[in-house]
T-cell receptor
C-alpha cells in the first residue's frame, strides 16, 4: 500500500542531542499524527495535528503540520535512552475516510 | 486494562490453515481498524468499522481475508488458507468516532506461517 516518505530511515545519536525527523507527501493531508513503536508493542500516539501551520508540544517533543499540508516534522529535544524506538508519521487524506497512511518509520538509537 | 486488547499475541500455523485474530477495542470507541505491519515496514490499512455502517474493506489484500464486528464491540479478523506472505504483525486500533479522532493501537498479533 501507499506510504508516506519519512526521513531519515535511522538515526544514531548521543544522549542529550536534539533529533529531527520529517514526513513528506505529494498529496494533501488534513490530519497528521506521530506515533512511537517499541519492540513487541503497538504504536503509541505522541502528537496529533489538525490544522496547517499548527505547532504542538508534548514534553520534549514538538511537531508541526506543514503550511502546504503535504509535510510534517517531529523534533525531540535533549534525547534520553528511553527515546529509543521507531517513530512513525501517519496522515488522514481528505475524502479518504479514516484510513491512516503511514510513513516508513525512523529508527532512533541513543548512545549513552 | 483500558487499552485495545488483542489475542493471541503470537500465532504460529501451517500454510493452508485458517486463523482467527481477535480485537477488543477501548470501551466506548465506535470505530475499529485493522492494519498489517510486515517486517521492517510501516503499517498498511486493511479494514475499518464505524458503528452500524458498512465496513470499509478497501485495504483487504485478497478474498481470503475477512473481518466481523459483532455487537459494535469485539472484532475478529479471519485469514483463510494462509500463505507464507501473510506472515506479519496484525494490529488493531480504535477511536472514539470516525472523523479525525486519533487511533489508539493494541500490541498486535504476530502471525507466522510455516
Amino acid at each position: 500500500g501507499q506510504q508516506l516518505n519519512q526521513s531519515p530511515q535511522s538515526m544514531f545519536i548521543q544522549e542529550g542531542e536534539d533529533v529531527s525527523m520529517n514526513c513528506t507527501s505529494s498529496s494533501i493531508f488534513n490530519t497528521w499524527l506521530w506515533y512511537k513503536q517499541e519492540p513487541g508493542e503497538g504504536p503509541v500516539l505522541l502528537i496529533a495535528l489538525y490544522k496547517a501551520g499548527e505547532l504542538t508540544s508534548n514534553g520534549r517533543l514538538t511537531a508541526q503540520f506543514g503550511i502546504t499540508r503535504k509535510d510534517s516534522f517531529l523534533n525531540i529535544s535533549a534525547s534520553i535512552p528511553s527515546d529509543v524506538g521507531i517513530y512513525f508519521c501517519a496522515g488522514l487524506r481528505p475524502g479518504g475516510g479514516n484510513k491512516l497512511t503511514f510513513g516508513t518509520g525512523t529508527q532512533l538509537k541513543v548512545e549513552l | 486494562g483500558a487499552g485495545v486488547s488483542q489475542s493471541p499475541s503470537n500465532k504460529v500455523t501451517e500454510k493452508g490453515k485458517d486463523v482467527e485474530l481477535r480485537c477488543d477495542p477501548i470501551s466506548g470507541h465506535t470505530a475499529l481498524y485493522w492494519y498489517r505491519q510486515s517486517l521492517g515496514q510501516g503499517l498498511e490499512f486493511l479494514i475499518y468499522f464505524q458503528g452500524n455502517s458498512a465496513p470499509d474493506k478497501s485495504g483487504l489484500p485478497s478474498d481470503r481475508f475477512s473481518a466481523e464486528r459483532t455487537g459494535g464491540s469485539v472484532s475478529t479478523l479471519t485469514i483463510q488458507r494462509t500463505q507464507q506472505e501473510d506472515s506479519a504483525v496484525y494490529l488493531c486500533a480504535s477511536s472514539s468516532q470516525a472523523s479525525n479522532q486519533p487511533q489508539h493501537f493494541g500490541d498486535g498479533t504476530r502471525l507466522s506461517i510455516l
